[in-house]
């Protein structure tokens, strides 16, 4: 069971010391929704596994009454990725280092502002602001709240009207504090109508750093709103240090007309929660979210998604393939709704899994719900186990049995990372495969 | 001279079930043995067990390979050891592209040698020479391993990597089953240019018409689990003629 008082209370001094500090800056809008958000977080309980969307992420192994918040940090290195260009901004700590973000990003026309310098804007035609004030004050989620509440600035990113920008940006989030520590990273990605951006997040360690592998939790936000006509692709890359956990979630919005697609790779870290939520605002959208994950050790991956078909018209896929091993878990719980109004929607979901040991454990759970009677849906899920007659194959040939299990694994997963953009993250993502075999 | 293999009496069930009941079988250096007999007759299961498949049951019996004990190899290093089973039905592995399967077992089998693995550029050298001689479509090594192949061109890319590994005994198990005419000759002459009398072969076949292809030295003919009869290829054609049921009926013969 989790102790709830004895979090808020611990919550509550990490919060007056957070305050101590604030140096003047106590009185600002955003330190109001800080306040705000820690007052709400107070009367929302952390979930436990009573609570369905949380019955395989056992919730104690994520809160500590330990977490202090981590130490602002300029000093990182995150390995780069062979012939990658990309605009990089990195975020350290919960911290996004303004001064270390692509100067060619600016130049290219993409305008990024601090989360409080956009929340301060009061004009109403800014969609920015108002949405992020919509969305900080109405979470009921006690990861976010504690995210609003105790998030050090995040930050804003424009894309404005027809721009298609010409290479990806890249989000490096790491967390590296010699302490056992929280960090709560945020940011907004706001793709205006007719613009085209493709969205890198690399959860990392830092390279140079001693204290890399300190425990710790990332709890992460990420909103991506995209206007008419607009396209995102987003692939997330996670490879944190096995004392590392994240709680991620990702709240996307669409406008008519506009496409996204999704791809999630995780392979480090040791509790993993993923959460992708999509509302699909308007009519004619496409929706695409693919994962692809391997377990071992006693991690736990846990990935919850949830696509709300508001209108008609409207197109979602969902493929996640994950490998469990050793005594490692998984749970999937995709969630599709499809409301009354939303006639003529096509939605697909799919949940491959292979569980290759008796310890290992994974939950597959796809689910619709259909309002509307002239919709194309269908939902899936397998588990299986390597392909003895394939592993024949291989070893006939003369590959020794621990190399073609290998080849087996990643021709697994080589369907979801095929589909991914990004070429030189590909390769990357195939290489630290490798080590892995 | 050592024989390459020698197989004796050789018993071994599937489920319980006996499958081969006493074979024997000697294999020298440079020899063409051909194996034939109706369905059931045990044809596939003695190529299979020689690779090392794990649904069988050795019961008894020996089977030594240059001289070492065969069944208590690894699969794997049996391969390296130098033997290559043609597989009757190639598996099909998506998400493994050919060019990188093929690579895998040419650098294992250097490897093993104490050679050098190929770089890149000397591999698709390598790969190219050998494809132009099967007639293969340099287009099969971008797709994913027998994925969506046709059955000729699953046979091609079997002969490919019997070209590519150059084992010391090969082992064909119905390769010609399935396949027209012109993929037949294909795969027969693939199969010659790499006769040698440092290289010998194992046919498991149905039926005589590749045989008039690829020219056995020795013609065997399995019936429940034994050979039953050996001959040259004179064999094989009275077989095409006659069918099976003479040898059923009769004893061990020795044409």
């Keep these: 069971m989790l102790e709830q008082e004895k979090i808020i209370e611990h919550l509550d001094a990490v919060f007056r010391d957070m305050e101590s500090r604030l140096n003047g800056r106590a009185g600002s809008h955003l330190h109001t929704l800080h306040k705000a958000s820690f007052e709400a977080l107070r009367s929302t309980h952390f979930p436990d596994r009573k609570h369905e969307d949380w019955r395989y992420t056992p919730v104690q192994r994520l809160i500590s009454p330990k977490y202090k918040l981590a130490e602002k940090k300029q000093q990182y290195n995150i390995a780069e990725i062979p012939e990658l260009d990309a605009f990089k901004i990195p975020v350290i700590n919960g911290h996004v280092i303004l001064d270390g973000v692509d100067a060619a990003l600016k130049s290219a026309g993409v305008i990024i502002r601090p989360l409080q310098e956009v929340m301060q804007i009061s004009s109403p035609e800014n969609i920015s602001s108002r949405w992020l004030h919509t969305v900080m004050t109405t979470s009921n989620q006690a990861f976010e709240l504690l995210n609003f509440a105790f998030h050090s600035g995040g930050v804003v990113i424009e894309i404005p009207k027809n721009l298609s920008l010409s290479k990806p940006i890249e989000i490096q989030i790491i967390h590296d504090d010699p302490d056992i520590s929280f960090s709560h990273p945020l940011y907004f990605i706001h793709a205006a109508e007719g613009s085209n951006v493709t969205v890198i997040e690399r959860f990392e360690k830092n390279s140079t750093s001693p204290d890399a592998t300190a425990n710790g939790l990332i709890n992460a936000l990420a909103f991506i709103h995209l206007e008419k006509n607009a396209g995102v692709k987003h692939i997330r890359w996670q490879d944190l240090p096995e004392t590392q956990s994240l709680v991620y979630k990702l709240a996307v919005a669409q406008s008519r007309d506009s496409r996204f697609e999704s791809f999630a790779f995780d392979f480090g870290g040791d509790m993993i929660r993923n959460n992708i939520d999509v509302e699909l605002d308007e009519s004619n959208t496409y929706t695409s979210l693919q994962a692809g994950y391997l377990a071992k050790r006693r991690q736990s991956f846990d990935h919850q998604t949830r696509i709300n078909h508001k209108m008609p018209h409207c197109e979602s896929h969902e493929l996640y393939k994950g490998i469990i091993d050793e005594q490692a878990s998984g749970a999937f719980n995709g969630k599709v709704f499809v409301h009354p109004d939303a006639q003529k929607t096509n939605a697909y979901q799919q949940n491959d899994t292979l569980v290759l040991s008796s310890n290992a454990l994974m939950n597959s759970k796809p689910q619709l719900e259909i309002y509307a009677d002239d919709v194309k849906c269908s939902h899936g899920a397998t588990i299986g186990q390597l392909d003895e007659k394939s592993l024949f194959y291989l070893k006939a040939r003369g590959i020794d049995p621990q190399t073609a299990r290998h080849i087996l694994k990643a021709a697994f997963l080589a369907e979801v990372l095929d589909n991914a953009p990004v070429e030189p993250l590909r390769n990357y993502i195939r290489s630290r495969m490798a080590l892995d075999a | 001279m050592k024989p390459l293999i020698k197989i004796t009496d050789l018993h071994v069930s599937i489920d319980g079930k006996p499958i081969l009941n006493g074979l024997n079988l000697t294999v020298n250096k440079g020899e063409v043995h051909a194996i034939m007999g109706p369905n ?170 590749l045989l008039n292809h690829i020219i056995p030295d020795f013609v065997h003919v399995l019936s429940n689990g034994k050979i039953l009869a050996t001959g040259d290829r004179t064999l094989a054609e009275k077989l095409e003629v006659e069918g099976y049921d003479w040898i059923k009926e009769s004893n061990t013969v020795t044409a």
């Design chain 2, 40 to 209: 059931g007759s045990g044809k596939s299961t003695l190529a299979n067990v020689l690779a090392g498949r794990e649904e069988y049951t050795i019961e008894s019996g020996t089977v030594e390979y240059e001289g070492e004990d065969l069944l208590s190899m690894d699969i794997d290093k049996r391969a390296l050891a130098g033997i290559f089973l043609a597989f009757q039905y190639p598996v099909e592995i998506p998400g493994v592209s050919n060019s990188n399967f093929l690579k895998s077992i040419i650098n294992a089998k250097r490897k093993y040698q104490g050679l050098p693995e190929l770089n890149a550029l000397e591999m698709l050298k390598f790969i190219r020479a050998k494809l132009n001689a099967i007639e293969m479509d340099e287009s099969l090594l971008k797709r994913s391993l027998n994925d969506g192949f046709s059955g000729g061109e699953k046979k091609r890319n079997e002969i490919l990597q019997m070209t590519l590994l150059e084992p010391k005994l090969a082992i064909l198990d119905e390769t010609d089953s399935g396949l027209d005419i012109d993929a037949l000759r294909i795969v027969a002459e693939g199969v010659n240019q790499l006769r040698s009398p440092e290289r010998s072969f194992i046919v498991v076949t149905h039926y005589q018409r």
